[in-house]
């Protein structure tokens, strides 16, 4: 018998025991375990009832997902599910932690379940761009209802188990030690005379209309996704064909899935996000810093936003500003916004007030004496840091994690002012603070590793996705988003339109294209950077900018002004195309005697992208970045790049470097200046490899 599987006996109750640390995934072994277990509890005179449970944290998380694409060992998921649910005996699973995927789907093999009340359930397999492939779309909807079964399946989401008590996914809620309860559980169904429950003997009936209403109300958020849609079609078939015909068609569909581009770049960033957690020189055992208390300097754009990330986390915050009007109106922002999620009925009145009281203001730095991180948030200007982090260092207590929010600004030169560079850090969050999940954590030259640590979980804490990443000018997002926002510009003075480059990319997954997120953004804010820099910049290269920097003499900042690259009707953010921008475009690409050309959708496509790849290409050799798939978690947590595509470094590795490198050295020969091959991208292409290979 395998190890990874037990059968023991407690009383007349046989108990099969699954311990595959850390999550107790459905591998080869497992599944063989499964089997031979459940034969052996069969063939075991003494027990009348057999009891299924997870060792360890959990009931299994799922199959296991490091097998996906590879030929699959017997016995398969199905065929354990099948050998449990025909059992000579009735099955209980008994259920902690997180059931989720096959675990679930091993769970509806069985005749009844209990579970712990704080274990949670799920069919999160549309995360990863596949569907439940183990009879979950079959068995769930004959169980809960179709209606019911599509929420859960096509959102993915976990459900508590003290929800499902009561739709039939869970049965019975043990207080307690689960394994005690679900013995006493099993045994009472025996003595009571329960009958054996398969869920496939089981029928479901739900009209047409529920299905074709389901795909159309997910057509907006699930745009460029195959596997929510396949998840529709798998459910519908749970009520238009028998059990075993439906089970076909799931398995079509999954394996349909599974081979997708979509599913391999969802199971690419599911394997990058937990990767970007791990740090080589920072081991797991680092010892961390307490964060019971925050300070946040500046209670602007993103000082309000960063206060909320730890009031929603239970941490109380001081905010503190220039003079109480500024202040005032920082709280105030944050009152609006939580006031709007109240309304919208994502929170309650009291959930709110409590947070609203985690947060106070001061304009006295000595308020923040006692803070465990303080996170500066001010204007972007390095006299105006090195001024705050002096004072900062002045005031905070010592082991304090002083951080800034710095989108541009050198972090060593910052900690420099301080007689405490260790203890200096840079968090760039992302605008809306309180909504995007990323945040790039800095470490500069001299930052501990346990401030590393610390803030790495902080992120944890205050539920971002944190990525570590080196000091340049943008980092890693910002740096790789300037050579995309150019080279968009360079695409217009030439001959295309905003909208066709922004049409070329929204249809291909992100969710707006550049010009459209250079209006959301505000056209002022690189217009001021490129006047500050205008002395240094090198005069041999050109300048794509002009178009921009006229916009924005005319005021046209973008949505914040009704006017940008597009018109924005009053209250709109749809942007339309505007004859006065087309007009302003022509006229430049006139006076820098370009002669217009019509610009294909590839071109555009390949020009915006390969731009990407090849700043992310330079910022992984200069160890900005720790790994390509961080890049990846970069721009889809930061930047609306399309899940379902990976990420463009990984993009990048399926179309194959090489043939990246040949288009860039292309586009080196037809535009020059700002197409230089990165030497990474030239030595991977050579030798036959991805960024994956590094
Ligand atoms: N297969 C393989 N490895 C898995 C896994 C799985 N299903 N689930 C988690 N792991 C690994 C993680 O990669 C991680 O490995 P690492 O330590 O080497 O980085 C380790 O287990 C711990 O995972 P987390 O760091 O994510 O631990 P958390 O405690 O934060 O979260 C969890 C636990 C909620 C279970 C989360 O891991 C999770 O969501 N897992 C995926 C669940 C899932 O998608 N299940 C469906 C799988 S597909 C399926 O079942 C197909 C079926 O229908 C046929
Ligand atoms: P903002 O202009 O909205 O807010 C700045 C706030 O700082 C203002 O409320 C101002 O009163 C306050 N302030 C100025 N001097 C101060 C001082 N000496 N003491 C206390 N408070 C002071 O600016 P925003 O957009 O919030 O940016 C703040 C920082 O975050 C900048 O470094 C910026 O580069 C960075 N950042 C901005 C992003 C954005 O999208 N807005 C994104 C990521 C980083």
């Given at each position: ?364 730095y000595a308020d923040l004496a006692?803070?465990?991180?303080v ?16 004072k900062l260092d002045e005031v905070c207590k010592?082991?304090a ?294």
């Open positions: 018998m395998s190890e990874l599987v037990s059968y023991q006996r407690n009383g007349s109750v046989g108990v099969i025991t699954i311990e595959n640390p850390p999550v107790n995934a459905l591998g080869a072994g497992v599944r063989k375990g499964l089997v031979d277990c459940l034969a052996k509890g069969n063939a075991d005179a003494e027990a009348a009832v057999l009891v299924l449970i997870g060792g360890g944290r959990t009931f299994p998380a799922g199959a296991d997902i490091t097998e996906f694409g590879k030929p699959m060992a017997e016995p398969d998921l199905n065929a354990v599910i099948t050998a449990y649910e025909s059992s000579g005996k009735m099955v209980v699973a008994a259920i902690h932690g997180t059931a989720l995927g096959g675990g679930l789907e091993l769970a509806l093999g069985c005749d009844y379940r209990c579970a712990s009340s704080n274990a949670n359930v799920g069919l999160p397999e549309v995360k990863l761009g596949i569907l439940p492939g183990a009879g979950g779309t079959q068995r769930l909807p004959r169980l809960i209802g179709a209606e019911a079964a599509l929420k859960m399946i096509v959102s993915g989401d976990m459900v508590k188990a003290s929800d499902a008590h009561g739709t039939g996914i869970v049965d019975h809620i043990v207080d307690g030690e689960l394994v005690v309860g679900a013995v006493a559980f099993a045994q009472s169904l025996i003595d009571e005379g329960k009958p054996r429950r398969r869920i496939s003997d089981m029928t479901v009936t739900a009209p047409a209309e529920l299905f074709e209403g389901f795909a159309k109300s997910i057509a907006r958020s699930a745009r460029g996704f195959k596997a929510p849609f396949a998840c529709i079609e798998s459910v519908r078939a749970a009520v238009d064909m028998a059990f075993d015909d439906g089970m076909a068609n799931e398995r079509r569909l999954f394996v349909e899935c599974v081979g997708s581009p979509e599913s391999k770049g969802q199971r690419h960033m599911f394997f990058a996000e937990r990767e970007a957690a791990k740090i080589p020189d920072v081991p797991k055992d680092t010892p961390t810093r307490d964060i019971a208390s925050a300070g946040i300097i500046g209670a602007g754009t993103m000082g309000g936003g960063i206060a909320m990330n730890f009031a929603n986390a239970g941490i109380p915050v001081t905010l503190l500003e220039v003079n109480q009007e500024a202040l005032d109106k920082g709280l105030s922002i944050i009152a609006k916004n939580y006031a709007n999620t109240v309304k919208k009925g994502r929170l309650s009145q009291d959930a709110m007030d409590k947070r609203m009281a985690l947060i106070s203001g001061t304009q006295d006692n803070a465990d991180i996170i500066e948030a001010v204007f972007e200007g390095m006299e105006l840091k090195k001024e705050i982090f002096t010592p082991g994690i002083l951080a800034t929010n710095t989108s541009t600004l050198d972090v060593n030169e910052i900690a420099a002012v301080t007689k405490r560079p260790e203890d200096v850090i840079g968090t760039h969050f992302f605008s809306p603070a309180n909504v995007m999940k990323l945040l790039e954590i800095v470490r500069a030259e001299k930052t501990a590793k346990d401030v590393v640590a610390t803030t790495m979980k902080l992120s944890r804490t205050i539920r971002k996705v944190g990525v570590l990443v080196g000091v340049c000018d943008g980092f890693v997002g910002n740096r790789m988003l300037h050579d995309y926002f150019r080279e968009a510009q360079c695409l217009v003075e030439e001959g295309a339109l905003p909208q066709q480059v922004d049409r070329v990319l929204y249809d291909w997954g992100f969710a707006m294209g550049p010009f459209a997120v250079m209006d959301l953004a505000g056209i002022d804010v690189g217009w001021r950077i490129r006047k500050e820099q205008a002395a240094t910049r090198d005069k041999n290269l050109p300048y794509p900018s002009t178009v921009a920097d006229r916009l924005a003499e005319q005021g046209r900042f973008g949505q914040k002004t009704g006017k940008g690259w597009y018109l924005y009707e009053e209250g709109s953010r749809t942007p339309k195309p505007d004859p006065e921008v087309e007009k302003m475009i022509l006229q430049v690409s006139g006076e820098k005697g370009i002669s217009r050309r019509a610009i294909s959708d590839e071109e555009i496509f390949k020009r915006c992208m390969y731009q990407l790849v090849n700043a992310g290409a330079n910022i992984l050799d200069e160890g900005i970045a720790l790994r390509s798939g961080d890049i990846d978690v970069i721009y889809i947590y930061g930047y609306g790049f399309p899940v379902y595509r990976g990420g463009p470094m990984f993009h990048a590795d399926q179309i194959g470097l090489k043939s990246v490198y040949e288009d860039v050295c292309k586009f080196k020969e037809a535009q020059g200046a700002f197409w230089k091959p990165a030497p990474l991208l030239k030595r991977l292409a050579d030798e036959g490899k991805g960024f994956s290979d590094l």
